[in-house]
T-cell receptor
Framework: RKEVEQDPGPFNVPEGATVAFNCTYSNSASQSFFWYRQDCRKEPKLLMSVYSSGNEDGRFTAQLNRASQYISLLIRDSKLSDSATYLCVVNGAGNMLTFGGGTRLMVKP | GAVVSQHPSWVICKSGTSVKIECRSLDFQATTMFWYRQFPKQSLMLMATSNEGSKATYEQGVEKDKFLINHASLTLSTLTVTSAHPEDSSFYIC??????????FGPGTRLLVL
């Protein structure tokens, strides 16, 4: 079983749609959680951290369920520019990041 | 935010040659730098963790004699792919850690070995 699992997609959605990505992690000792965005042939960039209480940043909402070891990302009112691969990332001991395989999103006009 | 650079951004080389990739933290001192590799349509895989002034810690399956890492200062780490072969062609990305929470990624180096 992979340490961090994501549905690879692709998710093809029209502009303006709401789309949700899920992620599960296997290490219950994981300490912090993030969503990164990676554009084609570019390095990953931090989209947002994920807090136990849930957090929102504009159109993006992230949630964490430690009991189920489950993380989600919700994108509202999708834009064409949201098309990218979204990586679920878990930070364990020693600041070691473990990346999920990524979920590819394609937003179409 | 913190800036990390990598050089070169891309390199094409013949099989058997060695390639050095530099990773620099431009506006902060990074106690720890990380090297990742990403094959097409796959996620990033951690290769090694590099601490300034000490030997790098390699992940299982990564050959330390093939991927030489030097972390000479708090702002510079280098990865040398020795005797590169076509299967080493990949996207190599470094990151630098400012604190225990955040890693800042370099723009990556695309390596193609012919």
């Amino acid at each position: 079983r992979k340490e961090v699992e994501q549905d690879p997609g692709p998710f093809n959605v029209p502009e303006g749609a709401t789309v949700a990505f899920n992620c599960t992690y296997s290490n219950s000792a994981s300490q912090s959680f993030f969503w990164y965005r990676q554009d084609c042939r570019k390095e990953p960039k931090l989209l947002m951290s994920v807090y136990s209480s849930g957090n929102e940043d504009g159109r993006f909402t992230a949630q964490l369920n430690r009991a189920s070891q489950y993380i989600s990302l919700l994108i509202r009112d999708s834009k064409l520019s949201d098309s990218a691969t979204y990586l679920c990332v878990v930070n364990g001991a020693g600041n070691m990041l473990t990346f999920g395989g990524g979920t590819r999103l394609m937003v179409k006009p | 935010g913190a800036v990390v650079s990598q050089h070169p951004s891309w390199v094409i080389c013949k099989s058997g040659t060695s390639v050095k990739i530099e990773c620099r933290s431009l506006d902060f001192q990074a106690t720890t730098m990380f090297w990742y590799r990403q094959f097409p349509k796959q996620s990033l895989m951690l290769m090694a963790t590099s601490n300034e002034g000490s030997k790098a810690t390699y992940e299982q399956g990564v050959e330390k004699d093939k991927f030489l890492i030097n972390h000479a200062s708090l702002t510079l780490s280098t990865l040398t792919v020795t005797s590169a072969h076509p299967e080493d062609s990949s996207f190599y990305i470094c990151s630098a850690s400012l604190d225990l929470e955040t890693q800042y990624f370099g723009p990556g180096t695309r390596l193609l070995v012919l």
